[in-house]
T-cell receptor
Framework: DSGVTQTPKHLITATGQRVTLRCSPR?????VYWYQQSLDQGLQFLIH???????AKGNILERFSAQQFPDLHSELNLSSLELGDSALYFC???????????????FGEGSRLTVL | ELKVEQNPLFLSMQEGKNYTIYCNYS?????LYWYRQDPGKSLESLFV?????AVKQEGRLMASLDTKARLSTLHITAAVHDLSATYFC????????FGAGTRLTVKP
């Protein structure tokens, strides 16, 4: 158990809908990262938050947004869902080393999203 | 933009054999990570390499880092079936970028 909690574990929804994925980082970790893993795209970095502020953005679509709350949990909002958004979405946290990563990321179990 | 390339992407090995997975990256970084992922599971950290020339070993796996060549290797010694998984290297700056992964299958 990495200590990173993601909910829901599985989610099935229809095209055009909106979903919210939630992540609680390890106790004491200030950084939260979101990744999308699909069969044809590999592990794609979406966004990084550090202590409530956005620090880096990757290949995140405009239909997707994220935030990190004062209690450090984070949510990834996916809207106007398309079939191609079906993937495993991982959240990861890292030890409080500031913006620059030194230690490894600790990954949650992921949220598997299926868009029908 | 930081790019991380792994090869091979697929590797089928016989038990008892040795092999090396390579990870090249495009920009300067002295922090390189290796992760393992079992099918349908999360990613598990294997090694953290934080300086040029760093070498770490755990069981049948050994990882090394050459920051000047922008190259890391993951060497597998005397493979066993339990090592079957996908192995990712990742390079960190303000975020962590992953290679495409090497899907390793160890056959009896």
């Amino acid at each position: 158990d990495s200590g990173v909690t993601q909910t829901p574990k599985h989610l099935i929804t229809a095209t055009g809908q909106r979903v919210t994925l939630r992540c609680s980082p390890r106790s004491g970790d200030l950084s939260v990262y979101w990744y999308q893993q699909s069969l044809d795209q590999g592990l794609q970095f979406l966004i990084h938050y550090y202590n409530g502020e956005e620090r880096a953005k990757g290949n995140i679509l405009e239909r997707f947004s994220a935030q990190q709350f004062p209690d450090l949990h984070s949510e990834l909002n996916l809207s106007s869902l398309e079939l191609g958004d079906s993937a495993l979405y991982f959240c990861a946290s890292s030890s409080p080393g500031g913006v620059i990563i030194t230690g490894e990321l600790f990954f949650g179990e992921g949220s598997r999203l299926t868009v029908l | 933009e930081l790019k991380v390339e792994q090869n091979p992407l697929f590797l089928s090995m016989q038990e008892g054999k040795n092999y090396t997975i390579y990870c090249n990256y495009s920009t300067t970084s002295d922090r390189l990570y290796w992760y393992r992922q079992d099918p349908g599971k999360s990613l598990e950290s294997l090694f953290v390499l934080l300086s040029n020339g760093a070498v770490k070993q755990e069981g049948r796996l050994m990882a090394s880092l050459d920051t000047k060549a922008r190259l890391s290797t993951l060497h597998i010694t005397a493979a066993v079936h339990d090592l079957s998984a996908t192995y990712f290297c990742a390079v960190a700056r303000s975020d962590m970028r992953f290679g495409a992964g090497t899907r390793l299958t160890v056959k009896p």
